[in-house]
């Protein structure tokens, strides 16, 4: 008796996407420009695995402000329900933990260590326009230097990349944790430096009034543990969120005086901040695609000292774009006698991607064949195979038809319909005079040439 064979929806999990030719052909364009970018600052490739043990990626803390995916073993309705003594686990949810892991493992590296990655990471946060649950990241970071001009490096990185890309209106905003730890220092709640944080990081969409209700019980939305401000306290930190100037060196002067040099902390913070404006200013870097901003704290925890967010002006729903900053003492985390400074960013490669499709600077392509040779008739696919190969090895991308459609009229619409410039036919006619029908599909005419010909005149119209 015959079995029916049950089917399957084929949708997605929220927060997932699939990427199709169209889109996928033109997205690795893209990260193989930035890969050439990163690559001129010497930084260098690693590759590690999608999953960790879960308490590599939390430092072994219950108290973690990422929601990540946790991840299981399942062998099969056997094993159901039993404890497998699988090792507790958990998909990466960013690409400079396992560095910091890698870099705690393997004592033969180098130091300083450049690295970049590309990798999926995983985020188990509410899905919504531009944000996923599963996402890109392009990482490149500096391992073992806590010398301000690691930290000067990745801010050249962030503005060469985005320049080469042609993005307009871009800023790199940039601040200092230290100097937010030393407002909570000021404020006298050390001990919830990261509500502070995380509430001034949403200034942008609150506004300063809408951050003192995150941090009091005034808002529905407040931090689930509050801090209970004062009166006094609230006009300090209004004060710190009014701190504004035309120029990041004047506004630095006003930090410094805000804080009458009662924070260590934030002072330090102040001078790494001037050292860094110092050297942007040297180099070159027009000041109108980077600024101080005092708003910037930057999510994750392990931040320690500068931190960079960058965002496209006219396109602030899209967030941020490459964003990072320095994290000493992340790898301490796997040894406590390792005391490695460290300093990086990411680009949201998902999120650059929307942005210059709505640049209308995307192209979509469904193929990235050049060249297709048709199949006249199946006594002459060995001749269209060779042929085929004979191109192929010249360095131009061929492929040969492989559908069930015997017209050429009919290959002709599949090349057409998949983007395919240059058709070759080859013929009783064409074999018999040693020459190929080369069709251009742009221009619309066709020409009876040596293969040879055909071959040197499509390189040649590739390269223009």
Known sequence: MKTEQKTVRPSLLSGFQDILPARMIPFQKLIARIKI???????????????????????????FNKSIFRTRVVRGAEDRGKDLGDEDSALRFDLTVPLARVVASYQEIPRPFKRYQIGKVWRGEKPQNNRYREFFQFDADIVGSNSILADTEIVQVIYATLSNLELPKFSIRINDRRILNGLAEILNCSDKCKELDRAIDKIDSLGVDGVIAELTKESDTALTNPLLLNPEQIQILKGFLALKSETSSELLNLVEKFFEAKSEDASKGIDALKALTKNLLLIGIPEEFWKIDLAVARGLDYYSGPVFETVIEDMPDIGSIFSGGRFDGLVNRFDA?????????????????????????????????????TIFDQSLAEASLACASRIRRGGVPTEIYLGNERTIKAQLGYALKQGIRFVIILGPDEIKSGKVALRDLDAKKQELLTEKEASDMITLALQK
């Not at 590759?47 to 803390?61: F, I, N």
């Open 37 to 63: 970018i990163f690559e001129s600052f010497g930084f260098v490739p690693l590759e590690t695995p999608g999953m960790e043990r879960l308490e590599v990626l939390t430092g072994g803390s219950e108290d």
């Open 337 to 373: 006698d390792i005391n490695m400074p460290g300093v990086g960013a990411s680009v949201g490669v998902d999120r650059l991607f929307t942005a210059l499709t709505r640049l209308g600077r995307v192209k979509e392509e469904t193929s990235v064949s050049k060249v297709l040779v």
